[in-house]
């Protein structure tokens, strides 16, 4: 009952959207304010609506409903609590219900804090929003009804994918899906705004700050997924270029460009038909991930059970949004008016090279990720594009981007001095380039990869570069000390958000690099008492015994780890074996230090009575996740700036009393 | 010109969703063997230690019968996954199975099956750098190969035998060519 009665929500949600997606619109071109307002009311009974259905397929988890075919699917009855609530969104039509969930709230936050937006940019904002909630809808309801009933009901589920359980893997999806549609916001007001014709700085005030969000929930969910790959896969690295961490990865390169364009539209009033095509882009790219990760067209670890029909409505859903929207920008775009001019050597110049960089990235990308199916549909033979072709090519065009990250802060709006900005850099150049040097010397000159060194020394740069800009917003050494911390007192949030997220992003190059280049693996078989020397830690196997867990077997290593003689860890990697569905996974031991990661992976008996065991030492593994979390802390300080509060948009003089700034 | 520089974005678009059309109907996991309908390669591989005399597998052994030929190793997980529906499969008696234990460990190839169980008629080793593999054709492990009574390689499958594949494309195209 209650599985239907979700159901029934959906397709009731599906007429609301119906409403919202037309009715505002036609009164926004007609003026008719009535019209315009049932927005609000629309897009509050949407998210209740899904909320209801939602919750509907959450209670069949919770209870282990088996007559809902999807929950006898992918759960069961021995999984732990949190796993059969995850388990609602480890699988496609459930996942897909979070995303139109998410969707929905995104609509009801628009009504909740855009009470000053201008009513006719909000109706239509709304309107675009519930035109990609009925794409959604129907795509669910006609493709992937996750209430679908079984008849008999199973006795018992056949579980979820025992490498899903995980916490890791838990709170993956969601973030990811909040970045993911948090980007339709930017996406519905631009094609509000080309609808309109209208873009000023009012838009870019309520554009940033979803964006920004958006932004910090991406970053959060992919790096979520990586750490889940680093300690969990078992292989002892975190990043593999997979199209679905590709798929995930590219609207966050052009959701970055955008954060920034947004900024030039707001203080500048420039770059603005960059800026809403960076909008569409970015929103297009999450779907095309959508589209990647369900349709089947491209082979990946993260792929979903693929279906044609599924593969052919999405594909068609993508043509309308992301084909209408770019044919909408070619038509209304040039019409524009274009704002502040400026010097190529300026702030908003340095801007737009990042801007460039990000997007040749994103394409890059792309272009990786397509061309097996480009080679393929072309009859060229099946290709597989892997690391190799990324971090040879994406990474290079990385390095002109941190080198024009640590210059554009300090250059000034309009017509920037880049002689004076290099001249400020002098210490930040000569201490990165002694950093480079040390780093080559330290790994022994060549026996270590060149790029180590370049790859430290960029992260010195960028770091000292970000700490310039800092010292220079507070005059220090110019003026007393004091008066530099009174300055540091007063700096606008947002200011402090552009520092953290740049200073954590060279901490992170610099984990990145260090644990890419120095890495010290081992693969033997060693037996119990035997002791192998990885980087330093003596690792002594002491036993491997079974252990029971709730829904699995395991055989668990004990290694006794020291280092120069003084105890050090005690490790112990499992080997699981779930028995619903029968898998094997691998459990690594982890021992961070600030300098890297101690880690251990214990296999199978090998044939001489010892256990095949896994050693590695990951250096600096923690700088990257540290630095990610600093660029997530960042991007939530910038978002406190009082500013950027969301909802405190107002299109100044025309509408609202200019004062009123407070939601 | 500027307008057309507009155009830009609807036009890269156009052109990548021409070939997700393409793709739809294209499976990038099927990748075509080239040996199809050929005879299978010559071999004549040594038998897992343990397992008997006259155990292994040769070319003329694979003539007369509709049989499975399924690629593994004691290395390779996606085998356990698929190894316990090979079990039930052998137990069916509908077609023989014959395996190779590819760039394994012979010993440890012959262990792996005492612990999972073995449904093969006939195995044969065949240790790094797997030449008979590559002549077979083969990209990783798990596949099975579906040879007639010819000793023609008629299909080959790439990944775990699960029991959907099983009832949908392998045992239709075995009753096919038992007929």
Redesign the interface.
């Known amino acids: 009952m209650i599985a239907e009665i979700g159901h029934f929500a959906l397709i009731l949600a599906l007429a609301v959207a119906l409403v919202q997606a037309t009715i505002p619109l036609i009164g926004a071109s007609r003026g008719n304010a009535t019209w315009m307002a049932l927005s609000g009311p629309t897009s509050t009974a949407q998210v209740l609506l899904i909320g209801i259905s939602f919750a509907a397929l959450m209670h069949a988890y919770v209870t282990s409903d088996f007559s809902v075919m999807n929950v006898a699917q992918n759960s069961h009855t021995d999984k732990p609590m949190l796993y059969k609530v995850a388990g609602v969104w480890g699988n496609h039509e459930g996942s897909l219900l979070l995303w139109i969930t998410i969707l929905a709230l995104f609509g009801f936050a628009v009504t909740l804090f855009g009470r000053n937006l201008p009513p006719g940019l909000k109706s239509r904002a709304l309107a675009v929003q519930a035109m990609i909630t009925v794409g959604f809808l129907l795509f669910i309801l006609l493709t992937s009804n996750p209430f679908a009933r079984l008849e008999p009901p199973p006795i018992n589920g056949s579980g979820l994918n025992p490498l899903l359980q995980d916490p890791g893997l838990a709170f993956h999806p969601p973030l990811l899906y909040l970045g993911y549609v948090g980007f339709s916001m930017a996406f519905s007001f631009a094609i509000a705004a080309l609808i309109e014709g209208r873009v000023d700085a009012a838009w870019a005030r309520w554009v940033r700050p979803w964006t920004l969000a958006a932004w910090v929930f991406l970053t959060c969910g992919i790096a979520l997924g990586s750490w889940w790959a680093y300690y969990e896969l078992g292989w002892g690295g975190w990043w593999y270029w997979d199209p679905v961490e590709n798929a995930s990865f590219m609207p966050w390169l052009a959701g970055t460009a955008l954060l920034h364009s947004a900024v030039v539209v707001e203080k500048r009033d420039a770059l603005k038909?960059w800026t809403i095509?960076l909008a569409?882009?970015a929103f297009?790219l999450s779907l095309l991930g959508t589209?990647l990760v369900r349709?089947?067209?491209?082979?990946s670890v993260h792929a979903f059970a693929t279906d044609?029909a599924r593969?052919?409505f999405i594909?068609g859903l993508?043509?309308v949004a992301?084909?209408g929207s770019?044919?909408l920008?070619?038509l209304r775009?040039?019409t524009l008016k274009t704002g502040g001019l400026f010097a190529p050597l300026s702030r908003e110049g340095a801007l737009l090279l990042n801007n460039v960089l990000m997007a040749t990235g994103a394409g890059t990308v792309l272009l990786g990720t397509?061309y097996?199916?480009?080679a393929?549909?072309l009859d060229l033979g099946?290709v597989s594009v892997g690391p190799p072709f990324f971090n040879s090519v994406f990474l290079p065009l990385m390095v002109p981007m941190v080198l024009a990250m640590g210059i554009g802060p300090l250059m000034s709006w309009k017509r920037g001095d880049l002689a004076g900005a290099l001249s400020r850099l002098k210490v930040a150049a000569i201490v990165a380039l002694i950093v480079a040097i040390v780093t080559w010397v330290a790994q022994g000159g060549s026996l270590g990869p060149w790029w180590a060194a370049a790859g430290m020394g960029l992260a010195v740069w960028l770091l000292l570069g970000t700490l310039t800009e800092l010292a220079e917003r507070t005059r220090l050494f110019r003026v007393p000390v004091g008066q530099s911390l009174l300055r540091l007192g007063k700096l606008p949030r947002a200011a402090w958000g552009m520092t953290l997220t740049h200073a954590g992003l060279a901490v992170f190059i610099a984990g990145m690099t260090a644990s890419s280049a120095w890495k010290v693996e081992s693969v033997q078989s060693q037996k119990i008492g035997e002791t192998v020397t990885v980087a330093g830690y003596a690792f002594t196997l002491k036993t491997v015994q079974d252990v029971q867990g709730p829904n699995y077997i395991a055989s668990r290593g004990t290694f006794e780890v020291t280092k120069d003689g003084a105890h050090f860890a005690v490790m112990q990697p499992q080997k699981r074996s779930y028995k619903m569905p029968?898998?094997?996974t691998t459990e690594a031991a982890i021992e961070t230090t600030f300098l890297g990661d101690v880690y251990a992976v214990v296999g199978?008996a090998?044939?001489d009575g010892g256990y095949v065991t896994r050693l590695y030492f990951n250096p600096l593994v923690v700088w990257m996740w540290f630095g990610t979390a600093m660029m997530v802390f960042g991007g939530l300080v910038s978002l406190s700036d009082r500013r950027h509060r969301i909802g405190a948009p107002t299109r100044a003089p025309t509408h609202v009393p200019a004062n009123s700034v407070k939601a | 010109m500027?307008?057309l520089l507009?155009?830009l974005?609807?036009a890269v678009?156009?052109i990548?969703?021409l070939?997700?059309?393409?793709?739809?109907?294209?499976?990038?996991?099927e990748?075509p063997s080239v040996l199809i309908n050929r005879p299978v390669p010559e071999m004549n591989l040594a038998p897992l230690p343990g397992r008997g005399e006259n155990t292994g597998l040769a070319t003329a052994d694979l003539k007369g019968r509709v049989s499975l030929v399924n690629i593994y190793g004691?290395w390779c997980?996606a085998c356990?996954?698929e190894h316990?529906y090979l079990v039930q499969i052998k137990k069916q008696g509908i077609v023989p199975i014959h395996g190779i234990d590819w760039r394994d460990?012979p010993?440890?190839g012959a262990?792996w099956l005492q612990k999972h169980g073995d449904p093969y008629d006939r195995v044969g080793i065949d240790p790094a750098p797997g030449r008979t593999a590559v002549d077979f054709g083969v990209t990783g492990a798990p596949e099975t190969f579906i040879v007639d009574k010819a000793g023609l390689i008629r299909y080959k499958h790439i990944g775990p035998v699960t029991p959907e594949t099983w009832d949908k494309v392998l045992l239709p195209i075995i009753k096919e060519l038992n007929k």
């Open positions: 038909s095509l569409i882009t297009g589209f349709s089947g067209v491209i082979t044609p593969g052919v594909l993508l043509v992301i084909g770019f044919l920008y070619a775009a040039p397509l097996p199916l480009f393929d549909a099946k029968p898998m094997p199978d090998s044939s | 500027r307008r507009y155009l974005p609807v678009f156009g990548i969703a070939f997700f059309l393409r793709g739809l109907t294209l499976n990038p996991r990748i004691s997980i356990v996954q316990p460990d010993v440890e262990k």
